[in-house]
């Protein structure tokens, strides 16, 4: 029977968290130290995703890894070893989080940002198959690249062009180290991201932007280029001085949180509660939207420099008239 009835809308966000967004309440004024404190105990302790990849990280310095003597001399034994340790850490975590939320839709679609199905499938991407495209881009380049700036920071470190503490050396530092990586990504990551957006350098970005809707494998999915600028900021350590796990961590920050960042669900439930928090809905907006939101949280970088959505209607209407205005100029 005709009708006049408009379709309906489709729903914009399957799950939707609080919103306004906020950043770290350490730039918010007037000053909240408890909600400070607060906020850097929850990202850390004690079932969180950065103090795992800590566990992860000594637990392949300790029985995965070589030693410093060994990485003297560039030798495809060692530096292949590293590269399987990657890429059976990258497929295990990935992939256990693919068949939970995905695969087996463990917790169906709740906490799941967006309401459209993961994974599909175009011509867009590779093999036909955007599941088939993130293994390969997440596995071939991703982990390759990872795994060789690994090996020039343990063969710098080995051969002396990059300097060495140990805990029994300098305690405080070798702590403080795991902390400031963050820091440094936060600062690192926004720029090299702005970067990736300019016109020239959009054509490797636009192999991750593949994704307007993510899974586990979708983190890691970039172009080689885009892989050298995002695991380059392990290159710091050349100018502080650093143990190999170290090293490890970093690397492994930025894989590993990519995977865990990009499951597309807020957080892993347990008998109805949000256990473990994985996903960032700020980063699923720049997934769905491109031009805004290219940091994090942390600091607010999208806030000073004009490219934050805070999630609501009127950070959409913001973002739409940026835009406008960019293409009138």
Known sequence: MPTDASPPKRQEWNHLPDTPIVVSPLWQWPPKPLAVAKWYFDSWFFITVNLTIVAISFAAFYWASPTLDQTATFSPVWMAAIWLRN???????????HLWFHKYAGQGTELKFDPRPFPRNGRMFTFNSQLRDNMFWTIASGVTIWSALECVMWWAMANGY?????FETNPIWFIAIF????????????WMHRFLHTNFMYRFHALHHRNSDIGPWSGMSMHPVEHAFYFGSVLIHFAIASHPVHIIFHLMFYGLLAIT????????????????????????????YF??????????????????????????????????????T
């Open 87 to 97: 890429a059976v850490t990258v497929t295990v975590l990935a992939g256990v989080l």
């Open 162 to 166: 990059a300097s060495v503490i140990t």
């Open 179 to 190: 902390f400031l990586i963050p820091v440094w990504e936060s600062f690192y990551f926004y």
């Open 261 to 288: 960042s990009h499951t597309g669900f807020e957080g892993v439930l347990f008998r109805n509660k949000k256990r473990l928090h994985l996903g960032n809905f700020h980063h699923q907006i720049h997934h769905r």
């Open 291 to 328: 031009e805004c939101n290219y940091g994090n949280l942390d600091v607010p970088w999208d806030i000073l420099f004009g490219s934050w959505h805070d999630g609501t209607a009127d950070g959409k209407a913001r973002l739409a008239e940026r835009l406008k205005a960019r293409k009138r």
